[in-house]
């Protein structure tokens, strides 16, 4: 089976001012994981600007794209620097 390699994440950020948002990835589901950092690997930290709610904001692609087997489980945490996420 062919493995699968996440390049992009897109976003809908209510605002549209400067806020640093962090994606963290970690082999599995999220089961116990869903309020803490501990146990994800940090796979992107950038600041941009929002589009508002309607208008989806891609984030820049991963310089080292997350993968997993066809058939497993992978699971991403998106943190934002404010509460402005769809």
Excluded: H
């Amino acid at each position: 089976m062919a493995d699968i390699f996440i390049y992009l994440l897109k976003l809908y950020i209510q605002s549209s001012f400067d806020i640093t948002i962090s994606v963290y990835s970690k082999d599995g589901t999220f089961d116990g994981y869903e309020t803490s950092t501990s146990g994800w690997t940090k796979v992107l930290t950038v600041n941009i600007d929002g589009k508002g709610g309607r208008t989806a904001t891609y984030l820049p692609s991963f310089s080292s794209p997350p993968s997993f087997s066809s058939g497993s489980t992978r699971s991403f945490l998106i943190k934002a620097s404010s509460n402005v996420i769809f």
